[in-house]
């Protein structure tokens, strides 16, 4: 389905947790700059343009309280639908069971050729 490949191709090319949204939905995404030169204002409007009816509830936590208020979040049930990660973090998320494995979808993908990957496996 387009949306859907639309939306793993947002969530993996940027390194977030996976959400799939269809249409009529909206993604709730947190993320992290501290830089006047925000991109994520231009990317999520590139994305909605690209998905009509998929709308981005972008939120920008501010860096110095990002992840303890990413852990409280998850624990408390109200985790965003999507987040901005660094590597630091995946330990602690893998621990806390809150990321989902993206091999399946990626390998039924048709444009996984077009990830850029750092590793591979």
């Known amino acids: 389905m ?11 090319g ?5 959400f799939t949204a269809s249409a009529d939905s909206t993604v709730k995404f ?5 830089n006047p030169d925000n991109p994520m204002s231009d990317l999520v409007s590139k994305f909605e343009a690209a998905n009509p009816g998929i709308k ?3 939120q920008n936590v501010p860096w110095n309280s990002y992840y303890d208020n990413l852990y409280t979040a998850i624990v408390g049930g109200n985790a965003p639908d ?5 590597m630091h973090a995946l330990p602690r998320l893998t621990e806390m ?5 993206l091999d ?18």
Do not use: Q
């Not at 387009?2 to 993996?12: I, N, P, R, S």
């Not at 999507?82 to 660094?86: I, N, V």
């Open 82 to 86: 999507a987040a901005m990660l660094k």
């Open 2 to 12: 387009k949306t859907k490949t639309a939306m793993l191709a947002l969530v993996a």
């Open 14 to 18: 940027l390194g977030l947790a996976p």
């Open 30 to 34: 947190w993320y992290h700059f501290d």
């Open 56 to 58: 981005i509830d972008a």
């Open 104 to 121: 399946e979808r990626i390998a039924a993908w048709d444009g996984r050729e077009d990830l850029w990957t750092t590793c591979s496996t």
């Open 97 to 101: 069971e809150a990321l989902e494995p």
